[in-house]
């Protein structure tokens, strides 16, 4: 015998002829003698509301209809795909043997998964018949245990009946029958299945709004900004407890009572109504971060922004604005307190600005002061230490001759530095530019000019292939001079001087170095280097007045970079400087 029986339709045949309506009616009921109940079952599936007791009811009323042991009653879930037990319509000695076959788990905790084939064979033929309980649960109840219930309540098979609609499955009833029970009509369970799935569609889509109203509600209820609900008029319809609060009363219902036809609008200004409204009647008919005051309870200003839409009513005009309101009087203050500080921000930067051009031009005077005042009494010293030394010298011995040279020496010396102060202070007021510049090639230029003849051939230069920079090509060379020209003096006394020039990699700088085999440093003094009028060696041993490197410091800054150095006494030391990346 197959385990799956096939039930075909059978086709009512009408008497030919018109009856009349007492006739034709005695006509259906003899060929479907269940129709009056099937009314009645619509009518009473429709009236019930509750879930759970619409499937107490189709369980109860299928069992009753097909004289059926027990009835069970299964919903269907898309999101995990299977028949969940709701309701079991069993007698007391059925639920004992149910409870002791399954191990004392609930009828109403069994799942049943439907595949995607299952699915398509339940839509094809919606009901069906198994005879064992094994095959009627899909497999969920073990073949023996089905075997043993299936002899103790003397049950031979089960129907299974699919409840889909417009095809889609809502749920599935399996009924019990004993041996000595005929099978119902094919049309009475192809009709009670339509009228429970049109049931459980209405009650599933109820269930489903109610859900969706109460998320609504939460969100409405929880939300911490206001909404609201609104005529054109300015009348409110719907608010929401954020919003009550934001205005300082305890509950929607406490504002709009508090709400009186001559306090109709919540606006200290009305033209910011109007404003408002004026937005809402655009055809877009949407204000967005609309910023206003309005009155709360207590009778002040707070600022609010509304963000809202209208609803259009039938013949175009708004009919309802509805939106949010959420309150920035925090916001306000703290945008006017940061408009006033860029106020005296920018007070301050002028009056700086002004102090600085005042301080540029004292600067300016200074050096010119310092370009032709000072400079005249050294041009007079040399000029008659020169005098001296030309009318006068056969008059004067050794040491007056030696003494001249002193002189002049010293004035010399005195307008290097004079120079060298000029060139520092011009370095932060003067405009740079920005181009490239062939690193190598400047290097290379700049030894050869700081060495003389005799120099070039003694001094080992190691000139490493550099990469280009980006930067001020003055600067840049000034740089390159002072770094170069420290290298050859301060090497000068070795009998093999080495200067070398080369290149760091780096992801975020471009690091050139000077590194020389000279008299070196200490490093715990490394940090005067770069200090204005700071040397670590005597003027005797290497001449200089101790601005080179100051001006190399400012000028790398200026071209926001940065320089430091090592050294090691007696062993020379390695000058670096970083440009970023362009």
């Known amino acids: ?27 259906i009921n ?13 009518v009473r599936f429709n009236d019930i509301q509750s879930g759970q007791e619409l499937y107490t009811d189709i369980a109860r009323q299928l069992k009753i209809l097909t004289g059926g042991m027990t009835a069970t009653v299964s919903i269907y879930y898309p999101s995990d795909k299977c028949l969940h037990v709701k309701h079991a319509e069993v007698d007391h000695n059925v639920v004992n043997d149910l409870f002791m076959v399954l191990g004392r788990r609930r009828v109403t905790e069994v799942g049943f998964p439907i595949t995607g084939k299952l699915y398509q064979q339940m839509e094809e033929f919606p009901i069906w018949y198994y005879y064992t309980l094994h095959e009627a649960t899909f497999g969920v109840i073990p073949r023996h245990a089905g075997a043993l219930l299936q002899r103790i309540q003397n049950v031979d098979r089960f129907l299974g009946i699919a409840f889909f609609f417009n095809q889609e499955l809502y749920g599935a009833s399996m009924v019990a029958l004993r041996k ?27 269930e489903q709004l109610r859900k969706s109203e109460e998320k609504y509600r939460n969100i409405f209820n929880n939300a911490v ?58 055809p877009e008919g949407l204000v967005r971060n609309f910023e206003m005051r309005v009155v709360d309870r207590n009778g002040s200003s707070i600022w609010v922004e509304i963000n809202a839409r209208a609803i259009r009513a039938d013949e175009g005009s708004p009919g309802i604005i509805e939106g949010t309101c959420m309150e920035i009087t925090d916001r306000k203050k703290a945008e006017e307190k940061i408009r006033k500080l860029n106020e005296e921000l920018e007070s301050r930067v002028l009056q700086r600005t002004q102090q600085l051009e005042t301080a540029n031009k004292e600067l300016d005077a200074f050096s010119y002061s310092v370009s ?3 400079r005249a009494p050294l041009r007079a010293l040399n000029g ?29 010396k005195m307008g290097r530095l004079i120079d060298d102060l000029l060139a520092f202070s011009r370095l932060g007021r003067q405009e740079l530019t920005n181009e490239p510049v062939d690193m190598r090639e400047m290097a290379q230029s700049v030894f050869t000019e700081l060495c003389s003849g005799e120099d070039t051939g003694k001094i080992k230069f190691q000139l490493d292939k550099i990469p280009n920079a980006h930067g001020d090509p003055a600067l840049l060379r000034q740089v390159w001079m002072n770094l170069i020209g420290n290298a050859i003096k301060y090497s000068s006394h070795k009998a093999d001087p080495v200067i ?39 003027v005797r041993d290497f001449e200089g007045v101790g601005v080179g490197l100051a001006i190399v410091k400012r000028i790398i800054l200026r071209l926001n970079g940065r320089v430091w150095a090592e050294g090691d006494v007696g062993k020379g030391a390695t000058f670096y400087f970083a440009l970023p990346e362009e």
């Open 1 to 27: 015998m197959k385990t799956r029986q096939e039930v075909h339709k059978t086709q009512p045949q009408y008497p030919d002829g018109h009856p009349g309506p007492k006739g034709m009616e005695d006509s």
């Open 500 to 538: 070398e020039i080369g290149f760091l990699s780096s992801e975020t700088a471009r690091c050139y170095y000077v590194r020389d085999n000279g008299a070196g440093f200490e490093m715990a003094y490394s940090n005067k280097l770069f200090g204005v009028f700071q040397r670590l060696h005597s």
């Open 384 to 412: 008659f230490a020169r005098m001296l030394e030309e009318d006068y010298a056969p008059l004067l011995d050794k040491e007056g001759k030696r003494m001249l040279s002193v002189i002049s020496e010293n004035a010399n």
């Open 225 to 282: 900004e206001g909404i609201f609900q609104a005529t054109p008029q300015g009348r409110l319809l719907t608010i929401n407890p954020a919003f009550a609060q934001m205005f300082g009363y305890n509950s929607p219902a406490e504002l709009m009572q508090n709400l009186t036809p001559e306090r109709n609008h919540l606006f200290a200004d009305p033209n910011d109504r109007e404003k408002l409204m004026a937005l809402l009647l655009t």
């Open 180 to 206: 000595n029970v005929p099978n119902p009509t094919t049309e009475l369970i192809e009709s009670f299945a339509h009228i429970a799935a049109m049931a459980l569609r209405r009650v599933k889509a109820e």
């Open 372 to 374: 032709h005042d000072l």
């Open 30 to 42: 003899k060929l479907h003698p269940g129709l009056p109940t099937l009314n009645k079952l619509a």
